[in-house]
Nanobody
Framework: QVRLVESGGGLVQAGGSLRLSCAAS????????MAWYRQAPGKQRELVAA???????NYLDSVKGRFTISRDNAKYTVYLQMNSLKPEDTATYYC???????????????WGQGTPVVVYE
């Protein structure tokens, strides 16, 4: 059984930093892209950052220059370093991975349960 567990969320003052981690465990054959999404109450879920298997990255415009996504393939882990946090970054952050569980399966999206981030003035 595959499980994705996020950590590192919490309450932080505006201008501060947090580092989110998401580690996958279980029966994993390979992982392609990894990503972080977020969803604030009453708003649509949005892609915050993504990183490909070749370390090509993509960011939401509003977080460019402030957030950095990275991955550790040996640990099946994706990170999101968040600096200069703003109140509008407040949301639940979700880890997402495109994963194969066997050599014969297609890639399928896997999600973590989410970790809350609250940024206050």
């Amino acid at each position: 059984q595959v499980r994705l567990v996020e950590s590192g969320g919490g309450l932080v003052q505006a201008g501060g930093s947090l580092r989110l981690s998401c580690a996958a465990s279980g029966s994993i054959y390979s992982i392609n892209a990894m990503a972080w999404y977020r969803q604030a109450p009453g708003k649509q879920r949005e892609l915050v950052a993504a990183i490909s298997s070749s370390d090509v990255t993509n960011y939401l415009d509003s977080v460019k220059g402030r957030f950095t996504i990275s991955r550790d393939n040996a640990k099946y882990t994706v990170y999101l370093q968040m600096n200069s946090l703003k109140p509008e970054d407040t949301a639940t952050y979700y880890c997402n991975m495109q994963m194969k569980v066997s050599p014969w399966s297609d890639y399928a999206e896997r999600w973590g349960q989410g970790t809350p981030v609250v940024v206050y003035e």
